[in-house]
């Protein structure tokens, strides 16, 4: 059962940048700056009908409401933050070259990355209508990256008229000359994920592992084995009772990519009003691989191995 709290409030959100350009020559130009936001009473699922945890219990049993199976109102508590330093350089076509180099360090948390956003493995814990503590309590354990949170972006693109030789005789010109090449270069840190136990807890909550060591530190990255899954302990499904796991929220971070896009093309006058244009383009030329995130789930066959590739 899925539905809204009686105090549901219009979220809201704040946006704001300080940037500061200078001219480095007639054609160049440098902007550097820090943009950011907060979002505020932003929408999540919070579970209020858990399983009991009797003692002697060891698989979950009869909930708190026992004639409804999971009853997660919708409350407008969560929160978001994005803080980043963005920089770029720009050069204005100028004989026949033009570019754009950008890079972006971002950091974005929040309590939940979208009501209907998949990966995002929750609720972990549950709160009780009206008690302000056991909110705030499943609030701080869900707090960490946001889903799209790529700490690194660099992205260059560029065009570049071809030079026309001319000494090739005229018709040799027309057709080698007049040609312009084009480019997009793009580098991207991974997004983050989390780890979870395929059963559940004993009151039907989501079950993060205990972490003891930080799994991206000296990790294999192979396809394999793309993280250090040594750091995570399974919990005995009766002893979840006791309080969550000590993994926080997507702490583990998936791997990123890199592309470069090429196009080559050459406008050609027809007659008056016409123009054809002959256009080659390659697509990830240098055929890097770009993977989807390994698996999350601890105790299977493929937990921390990467089977998927990505798009």
Known sequence: MIGWAEDFQTPYAYHYNATLQRQLATNVAAEIGYVGSLGRHLPIFMEVNPGLDVSGQTAPGARLFPAYSLVRPTFSVAESRYDSLQGSLRMRAAHGINFLASYTLGKSMDHVSGLNIGGDARPALPVTIGDEASIDQSLAYERGPSLFDARHRFVVSFGAALPTPTTMGGVLEHVVGGWQVNGIVQAQAG??????????????????????????????????????????????????????????????????????????????????????????????????????????????VNFGRITVLGF
């Open 191 to 300: 997004f983050p994920f989390t780890v979870t136990d395929p059963l559940t807890d004993i009151r039907y909550m989501t079950n993060r592992p205990n972490m003891t060591c930080d799994p991206n530190a000296n990790a294999p990255h192979t396809t394999d084995q793309w993280f250090d899954t040594s750091c995570f302990v399974r919990r005995p499904v009766a002893s979840t009772g006791t309080g969550p796991g000590s993994e926080p929220r997507n702490r583990v971070r998936g791997p990123g990519f890199a592309q470069t896009d090429l196009s080559l093309f050459k406008n050609v006058d027809v007659r008056a009003g016409h123009r054809i244009q002959l256009r080659v383009e390659a697509f990830n030329l240098f055929n890097q691989v770009r993977f989807n995130a390994p698996g999350n789930s601890i105790g299977t």
